[in-house]
């Protein structure tokens, strides 16, 4: 089953499963738009039905990403009289942007979810500009990590709605030019994760 085909189906019930938890930890990341210069331009891939709506400061540009139409119906209602969010239907693993783009890019539960992470953070450093952020909160394991049952949860949780068993600094490790800010763990145990990465301010790379 693919994203697209699973989402549709959770879209129904996503936010009574993920709301709750995930909301405290949501506008704990965000608080870091408000440092931002005025008019700044924001990118939420994987923005699913818009729980990260609420929690966005007014004052920015801000653009929203999904792959499946039924979650992206939720984030519009959510959007309604916030002219400041433009949605549309995209592959966050091909983002539908110009290089540096972007002064921040939002991954909230969307990197430890597509079937190529990698692939997901290096369209985010192509679209990002250089000093620009990346706001991540997501589940990781650490490096060497064992964690047996996380890992074999994976082989049926991958084709359904979710990994569990991404490393992120073999992730970051394709990605030359984002450099981590701070890691702070966040739910769980510190499985869960705000992380902070920035671009390196000379990177010219698709300039």
């Not at 506008?27 to 994987?46: D, E, F, I, K, R």
């Not at 992470?117 to 620009?132: A, F, K, S, W």
């Not at 030019?177 to 739910?187: F, G, N, T």
């Amino acid at each position: 089953m693919n994203l697209r085909h699973s989402y549709t189906l959770f879209a129904p019930i996503y936010d009574l499963a993920i709301e709750g938890l995930s909301r405290s930890p949501r506008a704990h990341n965000l608080q870091a738009l408000q440092t931002l210069p005025l008019n700044s331009a924001v990118l939420l891939p994987g923005i699913g039905s818009g729980l990260d709506i609420p929690h966005l400061p007014y004052g920015h540009r801000y653009t929203g990403l999904d792959l499946t139409p039924a979650m992206l119906r939720k984030a519009e209602q959510r959007a309604t009289g916030r002219e400041d969010i433009q949605l549309q239907l995209g592959d966050a693993m091909a983002l539908p942007f110009a290089d540096a783009s972007f002064d921040v890019v939002v991954l909230h539960l969307i990197l430890a979810v597509v079937p190529e992470p990698e692939r997901l953070l290096r369209e985010t450093e192509r679209v990002l500009r250089p000093g620009g952020k990346v706001l991540l909160l997501d589940k990781f394991l650490r490096p060497g990590q064992r964690a047996p049952i996380r890992r074999l949860l994976n082989l049926a949780s991958r084709h359904l709605a979710t990994r569990t068993d991404v490393v992120f600094e073999e992730v970051l490790a394709h990605t030359p030019s984002l450099q981590i800010e701070h890691d702070r763990p966040a739910l769980v145990g510190g499985w869960f994760r705000h992380i902070q990465l920035r671009k390196d301010p000379a990177c010219t790379e698709g300039l």
